[in-house]
Structure formats: structure tokens, C-alpha cells
Nanobody
Framework: VRLVESGGGQAQPGGSLTLSCVAS????????MAWFRQVPGKEREGISF????????GYADSVKGRFTISRDNSKKILYLKMENLRPEDTALYSC????????????????????WGQGTRVNVSC
């Protein structure tokens, strides 16, 4: 299993970035996927998920209305479009796969996910 994130970097408040997560080594189309972020000294925060079956999505209140998760099963890529960025969005962003194939996971609770990528860093400042 491999998950490789990219697309992070520096952004100004109000700006946008799109993160990508390229998956390999497993049947991507059969797993709920999610994005998490972590700030040093704080716990990992789940921010969004997208299911495998009906592409249902969910968002944490902190990003709802600003971030959009999507997936391309043919390319095995997970995306996170981030708009109207805020300084508090500064973090290491990682994608993750659910623990079980074709499991009806509709959450971004970490206990339902078993593998994370190394992450891509996002810094939002003037």
C-alpha cells in the first residue's frame, strides 16, 4: 500500500490550493478515503471523507464550505480542493484509506482508517 500526497505549499489567507493523493498497491475504488491534518503538539484531525460506493462526502465544521474532496478511481487519485484558506489551516495534510475493503465507512474518525501517507505541508500566511 502506498499513498503519496502533493500540492502543499505556501498560500496567502483567502488563497487556494489543491492537494492530490496518488494511491497504489490496493483496490482504490473499493475503499472510503479521507483527509487528515495535524499541527505539531496537537492530535491528528480528520477533516473530510469520501465513500467508495456512492461518493458520499463529509466535512468537519472547520472546513465545511471551503474545502472539497473528490476522487478519480480510474487514476487512483484523491483530491482536496482548499479555498478561502485561513492561517489556522496551516498543517501537515495526509490522506488515508479505510481499514476494510467495501466497508460502509462514512466518517473521518481515525480508528476507521489503517494507512496514512507521509503528508504534504500547507502554510497559510501573509
Amino acid at each position: 500500500v502506498r499513498l503519496v500526497e502533493s500540492g502543499g505549499g505556501q498560500a496567502q489567507p483567502g488563497g487556494s490550493l489543491t492537494l492530490s493523493c496518488v494511491a497504489s498497491g490496493f483496490t482504490f475504488s473499493g475503499y472510503t478515503m479521507a483527509w487528515f491534518r495535524q499541527v505539531p503538539g496537537k492530535e491528528r484531525e480528520g477533516i473530510s471523507f469520501i465513500t467508495w460506493k456512492d461518493l458520499k462526502t463529509g466535512y468537519a465544521d472547520s472546513v465545511k464550505g471551503r474545502f472539497t474532496i473528490s476522487r478519480d478511481n480510474s487514476k487512483k487519485i484523491l483530491y482536496l480542493k482548499m479555498e478561502n484558506l485561513r492561517p489556522e489551516d496551516t498543517a501537515l495534510y495526509s490522506c488515508a484509506k479505510a481499514s476494510y475493503y467495501e466497508d460502509l465507512v462514512e466518517t473521518y474518525s481515525p480508528e476507521r482508517f489503517s494507512f496514512w501517507g507521509q503528508g504534504t505541508r500547507v502554510n497559510v500566511s501573509c
